[in-house]
């Protein structure tokens, strides 16, 4: 990531297009998988679900340029922004809920096949306390992988998302908690092509002809002294002799003279 941006007109929340929403959802739905009725083919040995499978099926990595934390009660918006970004611009926008499913709907899956007490009518309260981290924490670093590859961030400051009883901006969203967040401390990474820039004009600046200058100390001890006058004692030498011209020059100036 290496940029973050906080969306705060919310006057144009409800101004939602819905063949941008569409289009937006359309080219996600290669991405959504619907989980299966069993969780058999997560299953290593005794009951032993394959946590890296479940993430890698449920939570998969896209490359995407920015990356839109919302509240759930503004997906619609969000999707209608991402599609609008995306037919304008051509860049690409993450919305969690669009490319994964739910997080919900494999807990409930998870819950009814490892959770149930033995009536099948009450979960184990220990138990689905277990599943619940082991779900939300395959959630939360998928949402920290795909922060970190996003180049951007933008976070829809609206009503839904943000409180503002107090003083403070606060919110009631874990997730929302979670991703703003990560977005604080997670590594920032200046894009290669800002780089590169960054590098040219440094080197412009630095290597201009007015600023750059390289100095070298020179050794003209192997070289023999001559003047002008010495030249043209040269050539008049020359025309008289017509011998090979610079044998000439040699003669009249040999090495131990």
């Known amino acids: 990531m290496y940029r973050g941006f906080n969306i705060t007109d919310v006057l144009f929340i409800h101004d939602t297009n819905e063949n941008f929403a569409r289009k937006y959802t359309d080219s996600y739905d290669k991405y ?76 409930r899956k998870v819950d009814d096949n490892y959770c149930q007490c033995d009536d099948s009518h009450t979960y184990d309260y220990q138990k689905r306390n277990y599943s619940t981290s082991h779900i939300h924490m395959m959630l939360n670093a998928a949402l920290m992988k795909m922060i970190d590859k996003c180049e951007c961030l933008f976070f829809l400051n609206t009503p839904n998302s943000i409180k503002t009883e107090n003083i403070f901006e606060s919110t009631y969203s874990p997730w929302i908690f979670s991703e703003i967040s990560i977005s604080k401390y997670i590594r920032k990474k200046i894009p290669e092509r800002k780089n590169l820039k960054r590098i040219r004009d440094s080197l412009n600046k630095s290597f201009s002809m007015e600023n750059f200058e390289v100095q070298y100390q020179l050794d003209l001890a192997h070289l023999t002294d001559i003047c002008e006058d010495d030249l043209n004692k040269w050539l008049e030498l020359y025309l008289n002799d017509n011998k090979y011209s610079l044998d000439t020059l040699y003669n009249l100036y040999p090495i131990n003279g």
């Not at 934390?69 to 209608?80: G, I, N, P, Q, T």
């Open 32 to 107: 959504r998988k619907e989980i299966s009725s069993t969780l058999n083919r997560y299953v290593l040995s005794d009951n032993i679900l394959d946590g890296s499978k479940m993430q890698a099926d449920w939570f998969p990595q896209i490359n995407a340029d920015i990356f839109i934390s919302h509240s759930h009660e503004d997906e619609e918006y969000a999707k209608s922004l991402a599609g609008k970004i995306q037919a304008y611009t051509g860049l690409s926008c993450f919305i969690d809920s669009c490319v994964w499913n739910y997080a919900d709907d494999l807990l």
